[in-house]
């Protein structure tokens, strides 16, 4: 069975029915063929397929919730297994939908990518519309790619990066046999495809679910933090927040109300919602006590994003920045602005990193409650690491910091399911931070040994 999707989910992808038809099975069951402009963006615009939608396991096996056992007896084994950390993770199933979401997107940006190669363009217009597609859907690859290295590969340490990454997946062909990448090439894909997505893609597209410069430039300062390059780190933040650096003052914002944000809202630059789980809309969906505890009765997040919840002792989240129900997993000016904040203090650049902190705070605060911190060195790191604690949360994105900041003693954290009354705990660098790869991809592609 070599000639299998790199993902055994996809082979379903080649049934289903795309965006306007253009991948229903003709009667004779070959498929219709992608060959237009137009064909190539709707590809891209498929959010039924997985295009605009992030995996929920980083969400999951972080500390910013706590799952009550309703919401546990309701999710799938594999998912209770990751949020308890535990070593045997596929016990009744072989796959993740996480695996087959992010392949998904990279199938379909290869097929767009494959498409442009062979497109010959009439004018300059249609050149020019075709690289911008091209750099659309590097931007996508590129986000799938390095978001599954967040999951499914151990944690970036620049000091290893010879050690096995992810398959990648650089051609829509289906047939071509695949083997696990070093953590090396997979960064070097992802930084070629963003490198030319940067300078294809407008400042800023017509709809924040499309890529642009404002995106790739947000994804690559997400990239070098995780890289630890922050000098890069601060040079593209800065060049994201030159394109666009506006917060919203929550204090203009309603409360009391689940939908507090606007869908699409003004800090959102690529919007992205996490995969929808039977935890998604369950009221024992909780925030970490511990993360609750760290907002004071001055910080305007603590109304505007929480509510009590039934279970007393807990609240709930309950305004998210995809403006309904399910939690956001695309970019923001928030997470940029943060990246450029401690990225410019590691370098030596407090000055800048207080200006970015000061400048986020302000716009969180109860108006005439907030006074500009004045504040550094260690003092001014943990401020920073906090803020993006309780800023970022319900992202995926503090998983991400954990696998970073773990491998310093000074910022390493211990997590645990006490509130579950459980056992269980995760200690800094613990396998718990690395999901398996699906086993079911080791007997579908011999090449992966």
């Not at 295009?51 to 910013?64: C, H």
């Not at 999710?75 to 996480?98: C, G, H, L, R």
């Not at 940006?109 to 075709?130: C, K, M, T």
């Not at 009354?421 to 991809?441: C, F, H, K, Q, R």
């Amino acid at each position: 069975m070599k000639n299998q999707l790199i993902v055994g989910a996809l082979l379903g992808v080649l049934s289903l029915t795309g965006c306007d038809g253009f991948l229903d099975a003709k009667p004779q069951q070959s498929l219709v063929i992608p060959n237009t402009l137009n064909d190539f963006q709707a590809l891209l615009d498929a959010e039924p397929r997985y295009m605009n939608t992030a995996g929920n396991l980083a969400l999951i096996g972080s500390d910013d919730m706590v799952l009550g056992p309703n919401v546990l007896n309701r999710i799938n084994p594999e998912e209770k297994a990751i949020y308890f950390w535990e070593k045997e993770i596929y016990t009744q199933s072989d796959m993740v939908n996480e695996w087959r979401t992010y392949y998904s997107m990279i199938y379909y940006a290869n097929l767009v990518i494959d498409g442009v190669q062979d497109f010959e363009p009439r004018d300059e217009a249609e050149r020019s519309r075709a690289n911008e597609l091209k750099g659309a859907a590097m931007f996508s690859r590129a986000l799938g790619h390095f978001s599954l290295m967040q999951v499914f590969a151990q944690p970036y340490n620049p000091q290893m990066t010879s050690t096995p990454g992810i398959p990648l997946r650089t051609t829509a062909d289906i047939n071509l046999e695949t083997a696990l990448s070093t953590t090396t090439e997979v960064y070097e894909l992802v930084l070629e495809d963003l490198e030319f997505a940067r300078t294809h893609l407008p400042d800023k597209a017509e709809m924040v679910t499309r890529a642009s410069k404002w995106s790739a430039e947000a994804l690559l300062s997400r990239v070098f933090m995780v890289m630890q390059d922050y000098e890069k780190a601060v040079e593209h933040a800065g060049i994201a927040l030159a394109i666009g650096d506006g917060l919203m003052d929550f204090n203009d914002l309603p409360t009391g109300n689940s939908y507090t944000f606007p869908r699409f809202n003004p800090e959102v630059i690529h919007h992205a919602r996490l995969l929808n789980n039977r935890m998604t809309f369950n009221a024992e969906q909780f925030v970490h006590p511990d993360l609750y505890a760290l907002y004071d009765s001055v910080d305007l997040r603590k109304t505007v994003l929480f509510d009590s919840a039934s279970t007393e002792g807990f609240v709930n989240m309950v305004s998210r920045y995809t403006g309904d129900y399910f939690d956001f997993g695309g970019l923001a000016v928030d997470e940029v602005l943060l990246n450029h904040a401690e990225a410019s203090a590691r370098i030596g650049n407090e000055e800048e990193a207080l200006q970015d902190l000061n400048q986020l705070l302000s716009h969180r605060y109860v108006s005439g409650e907030f006074e500009d911190l004045e504040i550094s060195g260690e003092s001014l790191m943990r401020r920073i690491l906090e803020e993006r604690r309780k800023e970022l949360l319900f992202r995926g994105i503090r998983w991400l910091d954990l696998r970073r900041l773990n491998q310093d003693p000074a910022y390493a954290v211990t997590l645990d399911r006490s509130y579950n009354e459980s056992e269980a705990v995760l200690a800094p660098g613990g396998d718990g931070y690395t999901i398996p790869i699906p086993p079911n991809e080791y007997a579908l592609n011999p090449g992966l040994d």
